[in-house]
């Protein structure tokens, strides 16, 4: 903030990010930046500077500020080069969408229309409450859908505390996470423990995350929520494990069963879990798993970021392949092999002091889709900022950039 106010509001501006980001730290300079913004990122599989990109964009594009983005692995590329030239002449850059369709010009089957229908129209009737330990994760703007924009679909807020899922989790008798850990164990999920808490997954910490989950559950139980969402990396990790164990277990449908005041909670059904409280895919995997339940499909869900894409350098596949990454907290019916293929590793103790182990594995459904298939489908839920519609300023023909506009008028607003 200190950096952006030094700047010249009116100036051209050029962002530029290989690194991940709090996008707050620059949302706030930005937010109020009256000439042209360019956010520019690396297209690299090594380093964040995409996650960074799509992390800022989705903030500013939440908050209503103009910009425009580019990449490139070199920046020495045509397609690099003449964004950067029209971004330089004009103060903006347009990027070729024929390619997206809006789902109102999809003809959607009848018996399709009247499924989404009903989806629809029992989240209207009935609501639907969200519950949220904490919001804003690692500062994502982005991240935070405002309560009127989910009032308008039947979803509520739930506002839970961090510190009530602590608490709650140091109730939990030990036997009970010792009866969910050898239920995985049973199932074949292998865990790499040692001894050294400050180096090793041990014991002690995957106990830990189950009374987490087990807590987690009864909360979502006691106060009807269809999806929780945990802050994960900035939330507890000073008071205990990772909580990926808990995630991965909750959007799995066969998990170990928990029992509350009425009995064994939601038997046979995921426990809709979105990783880092983000409430985009909060609100994704309600809809998702309301969808496939629906059509009689798996409901398992997680989260990804887009971290890279390129060409298939093992020779498998001529066709682009994009990676998608995020914490070791996937379902195990996403795993080669599901609960079977899954293990447990350490989370990076700079990260997680108090240690906790991933649900990770190598992917199954998603793994092996041919050309005419699809086994998986990626989905995302976003703010547009419609509420504050974007500023586009525009070069004057002497020199300097006119003020923004906003519906055809001078903006004040900025």
């Known amino acids: 903030m200190d950096v952006l106010a030094g700047i010249d509001p009116e100036a051209p501006l050029i962002v530029a990010e290989a690194v991940w980001q709090y996008s707050h730290h620059l949302l706030a300079g930005l937010y109020h930046h009256r000439g042209p913004i360019l956010t520019v ?23 209503g500020v103009a910009y425009s983005s580019i990449w490139s692995e070199n920046f020495e590329d045509p397609f690099f080069e003449r964004a ?33 229908k009903g989806i629809v129209e029992s989240m209207l ?28 679909m039947g ?33 074949g999920l292998k865990f790499h423990l040692g001894e050294d808490h400050a180096e090793d997954l041990t014991e002690a910490q995957v106990l830990e995350q189950w009374k987490m989950c087990i807590a987690a559950m009864r909360i979502a139980d006691a106060l009807g929520c269809e999806a929780i969402g945990i802050q994960y990396q900035q939330g507890l990790k000073d008071l205990m494990p990772a909580s990926d164990l808990v995630e991965g277990t909750l959007n799995n449908a066969d998990r170990p069963d928990v029992t509350g005041p009425n009995g064994v909670i939601r038997q046979g059904e995921a426990i809709v879990h979105f990783n ?28 990804h970021d887009l971290r890279w894409g390129g060409p298939d350098e093992s020779g498998t596949t001529d066709a682009f392949v994009w990676v998608f990454e995020i914490s070791g907290a996937v379902p195990p019916a996403h795993n080669e092999g599901g609960r079977a293929g899954s293990e447990s590793f ?44 974007s500023c586009s300023p525009r070069r004057r023909p002497g020199g300097g950039w006119t003020a923004p506009r906003r519906n055809g008028r001078s903006c004040t607003a900025c």
């Open 346 to 389: 350490l989370q990076p103790p700079m990260y997680f002091p108090n240690g906790g182990g991933t649900l990770s594995g190598w992917p199954g459904r998603a793994r092996s889709s041919g050309p005419g298939s699809l086994s998986q489908t990626a989905r995302c839920a976003w703010i547009s900022g419609a509420d504050r519609p």
């Open 276 to 303: 880092e409280v983000d409430e985009c895919a909060g609100l994704d995997g309600i809809l998702i798993n309301r969808l496939h339940k629906a059509l009689g499909q798996p409901v398992e869900s997680t989260l």
């Open 125 to 152: 009737h009935q609501k639907v409450i969200m519950g949220v330990f904490d919001e804003g994760c690692m500062g994502m703007h982005n991240a935070i859908i405002p309560d009127e924009a989910l009032l308008r």
């Open 155 to 187: 979803v509520f807020k739930e506002r839970l505390s961090q510190s009530a899922l602590y608490y709650a989790a140091q109730q939990v008798p030990e036997a009970e996470a010792l009866d969910v850990s050898e239920w995985y164990r049973a199932k």
């Open 41 to 63: 990122a690396n297209w690299s599989g090594q380093s964040p500077g995409l996650v960074g990109l799509l992390n800022l964009n989705g903030s500013l594009t939440k908050a």
């Open 84 to 116: 950067l030239d029209e971004w330089l002449e004009t103060g903006t850059i347009t990027h070729e969408t024929d390619h997206v369709i809006p789902c109102t010009e999809l003809d959607l089957p009848e018996a399709d229309a009247a499924i989404v």
